[in-house]
């Protein structure tokens, strides 16, 4: 990877040009022991780290301080991230399949390319997020604020908006077929969505 | 490497600072106002501000420079040769910009402006209004949207998938995600 700006050195391991994961000595492929590093994170103390293809699966990460870390490719399947801290963290490719991020703050947070299938985003403030190509089947972004969020090519079917503000929001091709768009605010860009069965 | 985004109030622009954590030298990637978080940033982290690079001149890009350029001594670099009615140092595609130890390569991304320019370092690009977060900048011409498509193809999406994207307006991407789900190239 090279320069950063992140809290990271090169990983030790011979012949890796990864970046070593903050907090440790490797990145996560060359990590002896996943679970002694998962422990030792502290929730509060992650801003700015390089956690790239972590393990976090179930992990609770309530109110967690993550703003502007490194996540990319990381599995997060059911993990609580309610009330965390994500602004402008970098979540690309990241599985987030059934993790609860209630009221967490996400704006300018980069979702491109996530699964979030039946994540829990409800009251989170996703504005200027950035969600392009992720796949959300019946995710729940019910009371969201995604203000001049990009969710251009996502899979949003059967994800649920209502009561959301989606004021400039840019659903360019996005599937929303069987979508529930009730009590949407603000006008939306949804020019080549699939709105086949979505509910307004 | 220092980095740190701002979000102004021109047009919701985005104006970048990169620092050199060996030297402190500092680059201003675009500027649409003055605006005192930038300084503070600079301050905080003891930077000493050597360069704006304009990635092309439009007002929600330019705004601020009269300020900065009243408050340091700097060398403005633009595509066109000229930001916000101020000279400035042309700047072509394969030109390097030194920033302390940090070195970028200036890439040709014309489109949006005939002279609009991008900036790559080692992990992260700066695209002004070229590429967005799922979208592109707007052409006044079929013409332009196409060649727009191809500088992006070309220059951009050569560059590492896990390569940061920090465009001018809105969120961040990376390469990997454009490449693979910008619905203008997908």
């Not at chain 1, 729940?140 to 989606?166: C, H, K, M, Q, V």
């Not at chain 2, 002004?128 to 070309?154: C, P, Y």
Request: glycine fraction near 12%.
């Amino acid at each position: 990877m090279g320069s950063t700006h992140y809290h990271a050195e090169q990983c030790s391991a011979a012949g890796c040009d990864k970046n070593a994961l903050t907090g440790a000595a490797r990145c996560w492929e060359h990590l002896d022991d996943h679970g002694a590093f998962v422990a030792s994170l502290d929730p509060q103390r992650l801003a700015g780290a390089w956690l790239v293809g972590v393990d976090l699966s179930g992990a609770d990460l309530k109110g967690a301080n993550l703003a502007g870390a490194r996540l990319s490719g990381a599995t997060l399947v059911s993990a609580e991230l309610v009330e965390a801290d994500l602004r402008r963290a970098f979540l690309d490719g990241a599985d987030l399949r059934g993790a609860n991020l209630f009221g967490a703050n996400l704006e300018f947070a980069v979702l491109g390319g996530t699964d979030v299938s039946e994540a829990i985003f409800r009251g989170a403030d996703l504005r200027r997020a950035n969600l392009v190509g992720a796949r959300g089947h019946h995710a729940d972004f019910s009371d969201t604020d995604l203000y001049y969020a990009r969710p251009g090519n996502a899979d949003f079917e059967g994800a649920n908006f209502s009561g959301a503000n989606i004021m400039r929001t840019i659903f360019r091709r996005a599937n929303l077929k069987d979508a529930i768009l009730t009590g949407t605010t603000g006008a939306a860009n949804f020019e080549n969505a699939n709105l086949e069965g979505a509910r307004r | 490497m220092i980095f740190g985004s701002f979000l102004l109030d021109a047009n919701e622009s985005n104006a970048f600072v990169l620092g050199c954590e060996e030297t402190r030298e500092a680059l201003l990637v675009d500027v649409g106002d003055a605006d005192p978080r930038i300084e503070e940033f600079l301050e905080q982290h003891g930077l000493r501000l050597t360069t704006v690079f304009i990635t092309h001149d439009h007002y929600d890009h330019t705004g601020g420079l009269d300020h900065v350029l009243r408050e340091h001594d700097v060398e403005v670099l633009s595509g066109r040769g000229a930001a916000g009615g101020r000279n400035a140092r042309r700047v072509r595609h394969g030109d390097e910009v030194r920033i302390g130890q940090l070195t970028g390569a200036v890439l040709a991304t014309p489109g949006h402006t005939p002279d609009s320019v991008s900036l790559a370092f080692p992990g992260l690009v700066f695209t002004g209004d070229a590429l967005f977060a799922g979208s592109v900048g707007g052409t006044t011409s079929s013409a332009n949207a196409r060649q727009e498509i191809e500088h992006i193809r070309k220059h951009i999406f050569a560059l590492p998938d896990e390569c940061e994207i920090h465009p001018g307006h809105g969120p961040a991407s990376t390469v990997g995600v454009e490449r693979q789900h910008n619905p203008f190239f997908v």
